[in-house]
């Protein structure tokens, strides 16, 4: 198991990725509302601050669990915002 202070530097490292590709994404595509662009920088940041605070209060008799559905999780939500980012207008 990773210390979860590196796993933080991981959760706020793919959280950097998703919003530079965004910007990137409406850099080359200029036609697309200022308000979707910050829609979604928005709920990349609530998803930073959600799995952060997760990662600050582990259930200790379930470690295991916990952090492969964080893993699980955070697969999920990436996957989900990057299509999101994909199919902005």
């Known amino acids: 198991m990773a210390k979860r202070r590196i796993l933080k530097k991981a959760v706020n490292g793919v959280c950097a990725d998703l919003l530079q590709e965004l ?37 200790k008799h379930q470690v295991k669990r916990f952090f492969d559905q964080l893993q699980d999780d955070l697969a999920v939500s990436t996957n989900e915002i990057i299509d999101h980012i994909y199919h902005l207008s």
Do not use: G, W
């Open 23 to 59: 910007l990137a994404y409406k850099q080359n595509n200029p036609s697309i509302p200022d308000a979707d662009v910050e829609n979604t920088a928005q709920s990349i940041i609530l998803m930073q601050n959600d799995f952060v605070a997760r990662l600050s209060h582990v259930d």
